[in-house]
């Protein structure tokens, strides 16, 4: 997050004050498409810096080593029996800004990840989902 915090901050901001300023040679603002297109890319990137900001200002570094594997909790890698197709899967729950569902990584604020929080080994939980209804097994917590 920092690396493309600064990436917006210096190049973002240094392509978008350069189409700015290539839209104003091109004469009347009031009716130059162009101008009014880099002035809104402007506000985009700058609503992407603030958001990115404020993200980082509450970032909390967790040890993994001192993580509690008794139950599901944050940063916990869970293998997990999917009784509706009988299969085993494995979740990292994570915060939200890390979720990637390609890297079996799952936000703690997702059904999934709510519906496992605070369960342990051999607890069964019930989630709701757009899919239909997952009864998911715990089999195995690890860090």
Do not use: F, W
């Amino acid at each position: 997050m920092k690396i493309e915090l600064d990436h917006l901050k210096t190049i973002g901001r240094q392509d978008v004050a350069k189409a700015i300023s290539e839209a104003r040679e091109k004469g009347d603002l009031s009716e130059n498409a162009e101008y009014h297109a880099a002035k809104d890319a402007q506000g985009m990137l700058e609503l992407k810096i603030n958001e990115l900001e404020k993200k980082l200002m509450n970032v909390r570094i967790i040890d993994e080593s001192a993580i509690d594997t008794s139950k599901v909790v944050l940063m916990t890698n869970v293998r997990l029996l999917n009784h509706k197709v009988n299969k085993e899967i494995i979740y990292k729950i994570v915060s939200e800004a890390e979720s990637d569902i390609k890297a079996s990584k799952i936000s703690a604020s997702s059904p999934i990840g709510q519906g496992l929080l605070g369960k342990k080994v051999g607890d069964k939980a019930t989630i709701e989902t757009p899919g239909g209804t997952m009864i998911l097994e715990i089999l195995e917590i690890t860090a």
